[in-house]
């Protein structure tokens, strides 16, 4: 399952196919545990636990599996064994956390600006998510080492798009099936997240901006978060990566071609870690826990 999961990330599924032949698979399988639910609620919370950590997220989406088999149980008469399970789950979920937040990776990716860390704990955000922040992070830096390296009259603000980067997909907190499917619900609410605890505006706006490189007034500091975005994945996106061209030709004083030469070897070269990258992504769980 995860694995079809992370091949959709490379697929164009705009049609929806893949996508509804995978949510029919997770139907079925959710359907033959409430055909055959195990009798002992010790099997159940470890079959649960299993789902959730091995399978990350192919459960947890759907109203008929193994949740729903939990919440029937602990709405019945007899006191469920589950409800001394779940603070183990919990604490197994923030250890998913941390883990995703601070195992070094391979290769090994930065770890989030402390504030952001911090943030991520504090709202129990999905273990995925934070892996993803991070791969996007680390190759934001990247990126901005090399601009400053190589076009030091850029104008752009390094801490703003190493936040930028850092919390672009945070409204996935609050719609965490954009996790494994598309979709831009996550994007405004990011922002208003970011702002309701106290994020400035020019810090929160990558959240909104992440994925509308041609909207007016995109700043130099968007496209690099935009870029980080696509090619931490080894995604290569030719009227993105144009804008940014068009910034780094006039900073640099170079023709467009030269820019583009300058820019297609560096996303050539991050690129190259983008399977390791993904890897590390798809190891840490989508679902945030049931504590
Ligand atoms: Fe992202």
Redo the contacts with the bound molecule.
Sequence with gaps: MDRVTRALIHLDDSSGIVGDALQELIDLYAHAFEQAPPANPRTLASRLIAAQFDDPGCIMHTDHGLLHQMSRRRTSAAPSPIRHVRPTLSRMTSNALHRALTLPGDPVLRPLPRQVAFLLEELQAPPRLAA?LRA?HDVAHQLVDWAEQHYPQLDFDRHAVLFGAAT??IGKILHPEELSWPGSTHEVAGHDLLIARGVTEGLARFARNHASWNAPGISTDDLLVSVA?KVWKGKRVTDLEQLLIDRLSEAGHQRTWEAFVALDDVLDHIAQDAERRLAFQAGHPVAPGIG
């Design positions: 993803h996007v672009h997909d975005d």
